[in-house]
């Protein structure tokens, strides 16, 4: 019913950027919250950072200063600046979204595949 695609994973030098962006689509009827999560190497899934649909956002003590979380809420879509990146970096990414597909649905969270950032030092 929802799915959603990240795309911009890859890899680069310490000390490099990368823009992740994130796209929702089918049966969409709101969405409220949007985020990024990562899952380092034999570490569990964390939040990265959050946005509302008003663009409030939070982020990990970790990637403060240096990550942005932005939203596009005509194109639900949304993307993770992230700058200075280091190899404490290295994670998969996910995108999550809080959908309600109709209004009598109620709110679901909906998770991308993830995508892959690799930072060589």
């Known amino acids: 019913q929802v799915q959603l695609v990240e795309s911009g994973g890859g890899l680069v030098q310490a000390g490099g950027s990368l823009r992740l962006s994130c796209a929702a689509s089918?049966?969409?009827?709101?969405?409220?919250?949007m985020g990024w999560y990562r899952q380092a190497p034999g570490q569990q899934r964390d939040l990265v950072a959050t946005?509302?649909?008003?663009?409030?956002?939070n982020y990990a003590d970790a990637v403060k200063g240096r990550f942005t979380i932005s939203r596009d809420n005509a194109k639900n879509m949304v993307y993770l600046q992230m700058n200075s990146l280091e190899p404490e970096d290295i994670a998969v990414y996910y995108c999550l979204a809080q959908v309600m597909i109709t209004r009598y649905s109620g709110w679901a969270q909906y998770w991308g595949q993830g995508t892959q950032v690799t930072v060589s030092s």
């Open positions: 946005i509302t649909q008003a663009g409030r956002t």
């Open positions: 089918g049966r969409i009827f709101s969405i409220n919250a």
